[in-house]
């Protein structure tokens, strides 16, 4: 047993496992252990603190705030906000050059650029700083064993193998989870894995002279192409991460593109405002893996009522709505509020949370799908735009009876599927809305006006 | 290397592995070896013609169509019709004990009951008398190695593990599919398993005295209850092999008949008529396990050009259309015409054979699973049983333009997925007819006859 901590007074009842110290691994152990719990966290990897450069990308994402929220709950929230960067709107990059900016939200609202390797290791001292946790790296769970409620585990660094009981198990263990892949074989398993056709590659623009951010600092940088996009996130020290969100397969693809020279003259054709700013590009290119794009959808997310699937584990997610990490934060705090409804009743705890939650995770995976589709094809198209437009003309109007389901998704805690179900209501009216509105300034006409009056009163 | 068969003077060019000496398994070795090819077909199971009795349900299925048509094409389908029971028709059998009886198609078509063991012994009595096969039982396949392409099988008799090379290997080995399990693990596989909430259990209607059948020998008996139903299908014996399509949990359930009492009693309410034909009900109840329903769908069915995905292993699905076997069946059907199109080019023969049969076991799925909500909730309804009888009726007077959607199915070669389709735009005519049909005799008016007119002149 753990030394339990001076802050919580009452002593823990069972030790709890949790497998994977990536973020929401981490996020989960400290609010377990702010409940008075011991926990055992494990993690595959090495330490990522450590002096040796572990992981081969750095990968940025989006904090939104849903992830904010939970991550106040543990009262870390100010300790991230220190290393992100505001992003206040979409900056479109046309094949021209020319620049488009589309504002995320009313007031100057925000979602934030965080390294992942850098969020984790922040976490992972809190982790450490944590009484209550104890945090073991280069643990390979093998197999988990879930009659014997036993983890067969190779400690990467020796070599050795061992069994290791648990009494219950959290399996925060990614996309490819280990404690997933056990509940897969059981009967009644409802499991699915599909795949878009499209790949992505990490590559960089480089910062500009001392440190200086050579495109717009608090933006999320898109470069919408039809069949294929680049998004570029910017990194604290002036850098970009760019993300190429490309087919595997045909003209314009990753398979099209086998040489240096070849990479070079698409992007010059394609992203030619970013080329000059990318002089790795045909290095990384071609060092740098493909990596393809999943959703991954289950049910039931408990077995026997100690073992609960969290994160990507449960509900891995495609990123076109930056939602992947926000909505495992979300898991955290939706939890954290039914341990303290229930105590440690388990076997509730566990039945609420997944039959709570799955809906939501499953209209956020809809979304995330959907969004591809919108940020490939629509952000490129006029009428679309025109029609973004008019929705915040709406918005500002009718604040209380329009939030644009951006804003739903991502500046409101609104469960996912109500999101959807209000954003899909919404484009019913702005397609009712839009045949009558060639321009902007049509929203102003009394006819248009009364049109949308009409809408406004239905909806309220 | 095998003996090649005199009958194929060819020189085989390699040697095709076939995984599972199922129905499929079976099937699909008969085909490549009449093709000309060496066969090496393993099995896991012990060989089931052998002294011990190792199935431990017997299970029967209804042969139709598509079934007969890939037997006939390796020239085995008479001999099967020896162990074959006709059924005509659906017999239903109200919670009064009244029955009812609607025929399957036009001029006596039916679909066939045979036993799946006795089946499976035939077929392989087939296969070892076919030159160009090798047949291997007790062969436990426990990883299969796509990069290396190597099999680490067991021999479950002498306990003996051994690495089999392939060169091109088919997955015929069923819902729980190793080879399928293998490419799961590769990039970009999409995959999902997805259970109903109702499991099944294997009963049995005892003959009758000297053999006799103690219900209409020529049916499908149903009774259907709204949340649950029973079906019995003829065995040569005189006995029936009824299944019990029943929920996990609730009211009414498996969970909720935990006694050879309650078992009794729940049978005397709603399935009087037959229970007084079972001695063994409360034996076999409890004896018998509860088994699962589940549709597996995946993509690609090929991997790399060398190995292959057949029947249930590549599109499993629940039995309540009577398709799994008859689509397995008709995969291999359909696989001996790209052979013999593209001889042995193998990698366009994968490729067309993945893309022409996925949207069409896709679509019987879906049909699968729609007809057990029919069977189950509709076949008890008098509006649908009207809707029924008028469209027979539509199909007698408009043979050219109306084939029921069953009859498409089940007496005919057209592409599932074709077939789902004009059954939904079939659906669509039946709504806009029946509300203004109360009764059969209505169909004869003057008006329904103008608007049956109607829609058939839009449909030719």
Not at 193 to 214: R, V
Not at 401 to 414: A, D, E, G, K, N
Request: some cysteine; overall charge negative; glycine content about 8%.
């Amino acid at each position: 047993m753990l030394a339990s901590s001076p802050a919580n007074p009452q002593p823990p009842a069972e030790t709890l496992t949790v497998m994977g110290a990536g973020l929401v691994g981490c996020l989960l152990a400290l609010y377990l252990a702010r409940h008075g719990h011991s926990v055992e966290l494990f993690e595959r990897r090495p330490d990522i603190r450590g002096e040796a450069k572990v992981e081969a990308r750095s990968i940025n994402l989006a904090l939104s705030d849903r992830g904010w929220k939970a991550l106040e709950g543990v009262g870390i929230a100010e300790a991230v906000r220190e290393v992100a960067i505001a992003m206040n709107g979409r900056m479109m990059h046309g094949t021209d050059g020319q620049l488009t900016f589309q504002p995320y939200g009313q007031d100057g609202q925000a979602i934030y650029s965080v390294s992942r390797a850098g969020l984790n290791r922040r976490m992972l001292d809190l982790v450490e700083q944590q009484p209550g946790i104890r945090v073991q790296f280069d643990q390979h769970c093998q197999r988990v064993d879930l009659r014997r409620k036993q983890l067969e585990m190779r400690d990467e660094t020796t070599g050795e193998a061992r069994i290791q009981p648990f009494q219950r198990l959290f399996g925060a263990d990614g996309a490819y989870s280990a404690v997933r892949g056990a509940m897969q074989r059981t009967d009644r398993f409802n499991y699915s894995q599909q795949y878009l056709d499209y790949g992505y590659k990490e590559l960089t623009i480089a910062a500009g002279p001392k440190g200086s951010w050579p495109l717009e600092k608090h933006a999320l940088h898109i470069w919408p192409r039809g069949q294929y996009m680049m998004i570029a996130l910017p990194n604290l020290d002036g850098s970009f991460n760019c993300t190429l969100f490309f087919p595997y397969e045909g003209a314009n693809s990753f398979a099209a593109l086998q040489t240096p020279a070849q990479v070079r003259s698409f992007f010059a054709e394609h992203f030619a405002d970013a080329l000059p700013l990318m002089p790795e590009l045909e290095t990384e290119f071609f060092a740098n893996p493909t990596s393809s794009l999943v959703t991954v959808r289950c049910f039931p997310w408990s077995h026997a009522d100690d073992v609960l699937l969290l994160g990507d584990a449960s509900h891995a997610i495609v990123p076109f709505y930056g939602q992947g990490m926000n909505s495992g934060f979300e898991d955290c705090a939706v939890l954290a509020e039914l341990l303290g409804e229930h105590g440690s009743d388990w076997p509730r705890i566990m039945r609420r949370f997944e039959t709570m939650r799955k809906p939501n995770t499953d209209a956020m995976a809809d979304l995330a799908v959907y969004n591809f589709y919108e940020m490939r094809d629509r952000v490129a198209d006029p009428r679309f735009l025109l029609q973004k437009k008019i929705e915040g003309k709406l918005a500002a109007q009718y604040p209380a009876q329009w939030l644009p389901l951006y804003s739903q998704v991502t500046f409101s805690q609104i469960p996912y599927a109500e999101a959807l179900a209000n954003g899909q209501a919404q484009e019913q009216v702005m397609q009712r809305l839009m045949p009558h509105i060639q321009a902007e300034a049509d929203y102003e006409r009394p006819e248009v006006q009364a049109l949308v009056a009409a809408e406004m009163a239905r909806r309220s």
